[in-house]
């Protein structure tokens, strides 16, 4: 299976800004292992990840208050955090920088209402998949190209769609409260190996 990033991005901008927030949010969290051992590695705080993600999550499954001036000052904060994967140079480190775009594009989209934010988001996260695939084949087999197709790109493909399709059935607010629980915890197995 290949990545459609563009059909992917026309599918999510048929969804609420809450709907594709959420969807970013997930995007984010598969990439939450790849953030927390750079980050310990690294030994940096990168505390505004969790934070974000937490304030998207009580957005939307608590329905949360939140302000645009919350929202602003998060985006900013992480996107102050975002390691420069160049300043690192190995493949754990674009992996951290791609969980962190992809909670900057949930809280980008959220601010600004722009729907090509979730679709960087799923692409951040078959970027880092990506990498993981290139490190596994350059560390054990000696190769340096991933391919275009493999495994775990199936597995992300399907899992995105049918998230996505979630979402859409779940046309208001309450309805996506009771499923973004739902899809939080099923997210966890989706998680994306650390490419180290």
Not at 149 to 164: M, N, S
Request: with cysteine; net charge negative.
């Amino acid at each position: 299976m290949r990545f459609d990033r563009k059909g992917v991005t026309g599918q999510l901008s048929a969804l609420p800004r809450t709907s594709r927030v959420f969807f970013s949010l997930l995007c984010a969290e598969r990439l939450r292992g790849c953030v927390l051992a750079f980050s310990r590695q690294e030994k940096l705080e990168l505390q505004t990840y969790e934070f974000g993600c937490n304030l998207i999550a009580s957005h939307v499954i608590r329905a949360q208050s939140v302000t645009a001036d919350q929202v602003r000052k998060m985006a900013s904060a992480v996107d102050g955090e975002v390691p420069h994967s160049d300043d690192y140079g190995y493949p754990l480190a674009t992996q951290a920088q791609a969980g962190m775009l992809a909670l900057i594009c949930g809280l980008e989209d959220w601010l600004n209402d722009e729907p090509p934010s979730a679709g960087e988001a799923a692409g951040a996260v078959v970027d880092a998949l990506d990498n993981y695939e290139y490190g596994i084949r350059r560390y054990i087999e000696g190769k340096k190209s991933a391919g275009d197709e493999y495994p775990l790109l199936d597995r992300e493909i399907t899992w995105q769609t049918r998230v996505i399709d979630r979402i859409a059935a779940a046309n208001t607010d309450e309805k996506l409260q009771v499923v973004a629980v739902e899809l939080r915890l099923e997210n966890r197995s989706f998680q994306v190996p650390l490419a180290v």
